[in-house]
């Protein structure tokens, strides 16, 4: 069985600061994709990236970044100097490799920026 | 391109009344689709998902029910609301199976349900 987990509920941050978002995954797939969503408060939820398995590469969009490390099983998101439009629920899923297979989401972050 | 309609926006309805909320898909043929729930705490509850007209499948017994009448239209339905069945209901698409599994989820703007 897939599980997702994100341990941060919420998290409270001032306009500037650097935060990042944890993501633990369990699958017993050799070959899985990771996704990040972003659901702003209008509810509307926005695909951020997706990494497959065997693609350890970090990347980094802009002000945002992303770490797999595939030893500790884990997809963590990072935020550059953080901003109010920046708050939002943040979810990451995970995806068998079959076409088929559904998105099992973790609980999600909230993330609250002030100004 | 492809686009995900979803309605009606809002509903509030009384318990034990019926229920019927749609999804359409364009721009696409053969789509994966999926009915998810987020209740007041926030994680994502997937209800139903459908790789074909007339394959549902059921993830969570409870009182709704899916229906796929055409390719690209996934309806929820319930003979008879209940208070927990407020939430916010999403609606989402993938490639169809012949696609891999690194394909994303795109979803609808979302369904909010208050059942009174």
């Known amino acids: 069985a897939q599980k997702v987990t994100q341990a941060q509920t919420e998290i409270s941050v001032v306009e500037k600061e650097d935060v990042t978002l944890d993501c633990v995954y369990e699958?017993?797939?050799?070959?899985?994709?990771l996704f990040w969503y972003k659901q702003p408060p209008s509810g509307e939820l926005v695909f951020l990236i997706r990494?497959?398995?065997?693609?350890?590469q970090n990347e980094i969009s802009g002000r945002y970044s992303w770490n797999f490390q595939k030893s500790t099983s884990s997809f963590n998101f990072t935020i550059t100097a953080s901003q109010v439009v920046d708050s939002a629920v943040y979810f990451c899923?995970?995806?068998?490799?079959?076409?088929?297979?559904?998105?099992?989401f973790g609980k999600g972050t909230m993330l609250l920026v002030s100004p | 391109s492809q686009t995900i309609h979803q309605w009606p926006a809002t509903l509030v309805q009384p318990v034990g009344s019926p229920l019927s909320l749609e999804c359409t898909v364009e721009g696409t043929s053969n789509p994966n689709l999926y009915w998810y729930r987020q209740a007041a705490g926030r994680g994502l509850q997937l209800l139903f998902y459908s790789i074909g007209i007339d394959q549902i499948s059921s993830e969570v017994p409870q009182n709704l029910s899916a229906s796929r009448p055409q390719d690209r239209q996934f309806i929820l339905s319930s003979k008879k609301l209940l208070l927990s069945d407020s939430g916010f209901y999403l609606c989402a698409w993938r490639p169809g199976k012949w696609a891999g599994g690194d394909s994303p989820l795109h979803f609808g703007n979302g369904t909010r349900l208050t059942v009174t």
């Open positions: 990494r497959n398995s065997f693609d350890e």
């Open positions: 899923a995970l995806s068998a490799p079959q076409g088929y297979s559904t998105l099992t």
């Open positions: 699958t017993r797939d050799t070959t899985y994709y």
